[in-house]
Every structure is written in structure tokens, then in C-alpha cells.
């Protein structure tokens, strides 16, 4: 069960810190300590490792109410729950306290799996693993991680050490990882809390890192991590856009034509816009329930939903952000409603891999009965 109590007291915080967090560029300390101090780090983890046992549809009711304070909040729970689910799925022997470390909070997780020579295609690394004995040699250079340098444990995808073609391997790698830095700043349109800068890796680490047998990275991938994405960045985009449409409506509803007497909403062209806010919305929530649901109970059509919710949230997102900045006019573009912020944020969803593009494509193939890679 969702701990609501303990939420409420992160979401006020997360709320409260935003926008000097935006502004300002800064990690969102603040909330990431109040979620380690909760039990929300380990929502979705297994109850004998310490964790909620919670499914996907708690997961996304979470993750709505976090980015609709907070985008960059929102976006580090996510990375750090991908990462748990995947370590969940193959515990990587050297580590025995990893998940319950995850669970208590002592260890804030993310992801680590872009890279500057594969871009947005992130399941084919280009970075290379080379096992010596019981270590393994990891040389890879990674795009954007969230929470760099502030989280503890980074889920790290490399070409595998079997040196196949096609064939990935998936490393728990700590913080503090002799080899291992942040390369350079994050200053991001939107997200600007995120701490989603390049990181540089050369290191040596134990084989028992590893996640499941040399070359099952590509499966874990797809089959754990993908579905728990997905669903959660759709989650972070609609969070956002309900932030706006609900802001978009205060303001329409108050803001006077002094002279004519009578509201911004007393105008059709206004009442029609957020009517097709609110409508999207519905429709999209009620489509991240339903997906949601089916991650939790796998059916034949589950892998279409998972391909789905994402780019149908991220590109919903975009339209109703973009429709909130439009009614509310100058008094949105000039920063005084918290629109704009969340109209920034919103613009990460559809770029975030698999990006939208890349999901249209998928499910294009996926329904024409062609294979995805
Ligand atoms: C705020 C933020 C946080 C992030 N955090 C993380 C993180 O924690 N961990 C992580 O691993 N990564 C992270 N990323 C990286 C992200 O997941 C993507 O890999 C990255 O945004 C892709 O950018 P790019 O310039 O490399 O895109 P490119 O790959 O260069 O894509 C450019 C355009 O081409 C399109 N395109 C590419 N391939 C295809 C195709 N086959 N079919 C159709 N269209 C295609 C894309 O949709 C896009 O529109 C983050 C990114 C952002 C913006």
C-alpha cells in the first residue's frame, strides 16, 4: 500500500523546493532525502528485501503526484526505481546488500545506459567490457545520467564481455567506483534539477557486479526495465500536464476583462482549449491505468501497451502544456503561473529513449508482425 502520509509530506516539500530547484538549477536534496527517509525508495520491491511489494498502478499513481510538484523530483524516482526493479530481477552476487540498501533508502539508484557513440539507442551500447578472471575492465561513455554524482548505485550497460555482436551486459557499479566521474555540468531546458550529466567510466570492477549470465543484459533490458520506464516516464508526463491544466484553469477562472466585466474562461475559444486539456488528460490517464493494469497482469496485448503509453503520454504532454502556456497568455509566458515550468519539463518525455519516434516505429512493426530489432 502506498504510504499517502508520508507522499503528501514529500510532494509538499518537492512543491515547496521547485522552483528555486528550476531556477537555480540544483538537485532537489530536499525531497530525495525526505523519499530516502520514507519507505517510497523501496515501493516497488519485493517485501522480503525490505521493500512495499506495491505494483505498476501505485508506482504511476506515485510518480503523477511527485512531477505534478516537481518534474526533476519525479525523474530521479523514476531512474532510481528502474534500477531497483532491475536489480531485483538478477541480483548481481557481489553485492548481497544492494536491495535492501534500495529499499531503506541508503542507496539512491539510477541508470546509466545512453551513450554518446549509440545516442537514444540504448539497447546497443558501444562501450566495451573485457573479463579478466573476476574482474571485468568497463570503458564506456555515457550521455546523460540522472542523479549523477548524487546517486549511490548506477545501473551500467556495456557491449558484453562475450564479445558478441548484439550481445549487452548490465553492471551494478557504486559511487566512489575508481575510474568513474561526472564529465561535465547539466543545464537543461527543462528537468534542470535532474543532475542528467555525461559520465565518463574506465574501471575495474568484480565480475559478481554483473546482472544475470554474460550477455542476458539486452533481455533484462526489454523485458524489466522497459515496461517499468515507460509506464513511469508516461506517469511524469502526465503529472506534468495535470500541474498545468489544473493551473491553466485556475487562472482562466480568475483573471478579469475588468472592462467587459466577466473572465478569461467567459471567452468560448478559451472554454474550448481547456476542454480539450481536460479531455486528452482523462483519456490519457485512463490509458496509463489501463497499461498499467496489464503490466501488473501480463496479457498478449501488454507489450503494445508498453510501446503505447509512452509516446501517446509524452506527445499528449506536449500539447497540453503548449495549450496552457497558450490561454494564459502573457501571464504564462512571462512566469507568473507555473506553467511554463511545467510546459519545459514536458518537452524531456518525448526525447527521453525509447523516444516517442522510436516507440511509433516499434509499434508500427510490432502490429505489421516485423520484428522490433
Ligand atoms: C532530461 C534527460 C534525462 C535523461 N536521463 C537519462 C538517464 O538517466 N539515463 C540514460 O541512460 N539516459 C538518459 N537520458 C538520455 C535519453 O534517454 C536519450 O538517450 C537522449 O535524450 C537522446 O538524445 P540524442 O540527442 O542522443 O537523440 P538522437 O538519438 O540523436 O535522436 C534524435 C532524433 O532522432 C529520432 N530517432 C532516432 N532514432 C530513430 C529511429 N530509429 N526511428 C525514428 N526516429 C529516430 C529521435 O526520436 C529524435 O527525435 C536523458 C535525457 C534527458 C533529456
Redesign the pocket.
Known amino acids: 500500500m502506498i504510504p499517502h502520509e508520508a507522499l503528501g509530506q514529500i510532494t509538499e516539500i518537492a512543491r515547496r523546493n521547485a522552483e528555486r530547484v528550476d531556477t537555480e538549477g540544483v538537485f532537489p536534496a530536499e525531497a530525495v532525502d525526505a523519499l530516502r527517509s520514507s519507505d517510497l525508495l523501496g515501493l516497488v520491491l519485493p517485501e522480503d528485501v525490505g521493500g512495499l511489494g506495491c505494483g505498476p498502478m501505485e508506482f504511476t499513481e506515485v510518480l503523477g503526484e511527485l512531477a505534478s510538484a516537481c518534474g526533476s523530483t519525479a525523474?530521479i524516482y523514476l531512474?532510481h526505481t528502474v534500477a531497483a526493479v532491475t536489480f531485483a530481477d538478477a541480483p548481481p552476487p557481489g553485492m548481497p546488500d544492494l536491495l535492501t540498501g534500495m529499499a531503506e533508502g541508503a542507496l539512491l539508484g539510477?541508470?546509466?545506459?545512453?551513450e554518446k557513440g549509440s545516442?537514444?539507442?540504448?539497447w546497443a551500447p558501444v562501450s566495451s567490457a573485457s573479463a579478466n578472471g573476476s574482474t571485468v575492465s568497463v570503458q564506456a561513455d555515457?550521455?546523460?545520467?540522472?542523479?549523477a554524482g548524487y546517486a549511490d548505485v548506477y545501473l551500467v550497460s556495456t557491449g558484453s564481455t562475450s564479445g558478441s555482436a548484439g550481445e549487452v551486459d548490465l553492471f551494478a557499479m557504486s559511487k566512489g567506483e575508481a575510474g568513474m566521474t561526472v564529465a561535465g555540468p547539466w543545464k537543461?531546458l527543462?528537468?534542470r534539477g535532474?543532475a542528467?550529466s555525461p559520465m565518463r567510466i574506465d574501471s575495474s570492477i568484480p565480475v559478481a557486479h554483473r546482472l544475470g549470465d554474460e550477455g542476458a543484459g539486452f533481455g533484462l533490458m526489454m523485458d524489466t526495465g522497459l515496461p517499468w520506464f515507460n509506464l513511469g516516464n508516461a506517469a511524469v508526463s502526465l503529472g506534468l500536464s495535470s500541474a498545468a491544466n489544473t493551473a491553466a484553469i485556475s487562472h482562466v477562472s480568475s483573471a478579469r476583462l475588468e472592462h467587459q466585466n466577466e473572465a478569461l474562461s467567459a471567452l468560448p475559444t478559451i472554454r474550448a482549449q481547456i476542454a480539450r486539456m481536460g479531455i486528452s488528460l482523462t483519456a490519457q490517464q485512463a490509458f496509463l491505468a489501463h497499461a498499467a493494469r496489464s503490466v501488473g497482469d501480463p496479457d498478449e496485448a501488454t507489450m503494445l501497451n508498453v510501446l503505447a503509453v509512452k509516446a501517446s503520454a509524452n506527445d499528449a504532454a506536449l500539447e497540453i502544456t503548449d495549450t496552457a502556456m497558450r490561454v494564459c497568455g502573457g501571464a504564462a509566458f512571462s512566469k507568473h503561473l507555473p506553467i511554463e515550468r511545467a510546459f519545459r519539463d514536458a518537452r524531456?518525455g518525448s526525447?527521453?529513449?525509447p523516444?516517442?519516434?522510436?516507440l511509433y516505429?516499434f509499434y508500427g512493426k510490432a502490429v505489421s508482425g516485423l520484428p522490433l530489432f
Not at 119 to 122: E, L, T
Not at 142 to 147: A, G, I, P, Q
Open positions: 525523474m531512474m539510477t541508470v546509466a545506459f545512453s545516442r537514444s539507442h540504448f555515457k550521455s546523460w545520467v540522472t542523479s537543461g527543462g528537468l535532474n542528467s524531456a526525447v527521453m529513449a523516444t516517442a519516434d522510436v516505429d
